[in-house]
């Protein structure tokens, strides 16, 4: 018989694990067969795999970003777990060979757990560094570049509409695309798509339809795809919105071979989000459900094995 914890011992349990772990400079990896996965969603409870018969636990902890590049997987961890403000964040590196994931290693560490999306542009590894509102670059070996401004360095509390909390980019042909949550603004204000130069410079914004929205994703035909969270929509840049939700917030998006997974999360106060839980939806060529799995917490980030 497993032990049965309190829901604040529980939490106790995983905040004291993850600091070990950053401490130890370990992964809480449970196993890397992903044989039959098509994609790996990230949630605040761990790393999972997930294919059209179910999903499996991969590693544990508090995950965010996940970017496939090559031979590797890079993930943001926030081993601060509530007390964001703790720098408990790092970059890890896993080995991918098709089938497995292997050989773990932590290639930065001091960051700022309220990062986001992790991807790999210009050549460079690129991190959300939301809290500060800028990007954060890096080698694909982990060694800082710089950190990039596109829009003016503003607080978490600041309410003035300046703090957009940044939570998606997206190398989009010759464009660099930010995707602008805006739900700090003191008025209800739909979110941003903000592009970008090579250089890092703003070129254009456009407000899209739904409010808090993560993600941009292009399908095979080059269409952009969002998550229009509050809505618990997915809507695309043709005007096509399907609506997967009443209750819980759209958030993660990945095509793997024509088939869409979407993440559904729960919406609650930051220091409790580890104990909701969550969903994915996959859905077929014809964007109709084909099977959708409860997740221990709600899904942050994903990406196609596939």
Not at 232 to 261: D, P, W, Y
Request: hydrophobic share 40%; proline share 3%; with cysteine.
């Amino acid at each position: 018989m497993q032990p049965v914890f309190e829901k604040d011992v529980r939490r106790a349990i995983r905040v004291t694990l993850a600091r070990e772990s950053y401490a130890q400079g370990t992964v809480r990896m449970v196993h890397g067969d992903l044989h039959g996965a098509w994609w790996l969603v990230t949630t605040h409870r761990g790393l999972f795999a997930v294919s059209p018969d179910g999903i499996e636990l991969v590693s544990h902890g508090w995950y965010f970003g996940i970017e496939r590049h090559g031979n590797h997987i890079y993930l943001f961890e926030n081993c601060g777990l509530r007390d964001r403000a703790a720098n408990l964040g790092r970059i890890i590196r896993l080995h991918w060979d098709g089938r497995r994931l292997s050989d773990p290693r932590v290639m930065m560490t001091g960051l700022h757990g309220n990062a986001h999306q992790l991807k790999v542009i210009g050549g460079l590894l690129c991190l959300v560094d939301t809290a500060s509102q800028r990007i954060l670059r890096f080698t694909l070996a982990g060694e800082p570049v710089d950190a990039r401004t596109p829009l003016p360095v503003a607080l978490p509390t600041d309410t003035s509409g300046a703090y957009h909390h940044i939570n998606s980019l997206a190398e989009v042909g010759d464009r660099i695309a930010l995707l602008l949550h805006n739900g700090k603004a003191p008025t209800p204000r739909k979110s941003e798509l903000v592009w970008l130069d090579r250089d890092w410079k703003v070129v254009a914004r456009q407000f899209i339809e739904g409010y808090m929205c993560h993600d941009i994703v292009r399908d095979a035909e080059g269409t952009l795809w969002h998550s229009a969270s509050a809505s618990g929509e997915v809507i695309n840049s043709k005007g096509e919105r399907l609506k997967l939700s009443e209750s819980l917030m759209t958030r993660a998006l990945a095509f793997s071979q024509g088939h869409l997974l979407v993440g559904l999360s729960s919406f609650g106060e930051r220091q409790i989000r580890d104990g909701l839980t969550g969903e994915v939806i996959l859905l077929d060529l014809e964007r109709k459900e084909m099977a959708r799995f409860e997740v221990a917490a709600g899904p942050a980030d994903v990406i196609a094995l596939l």
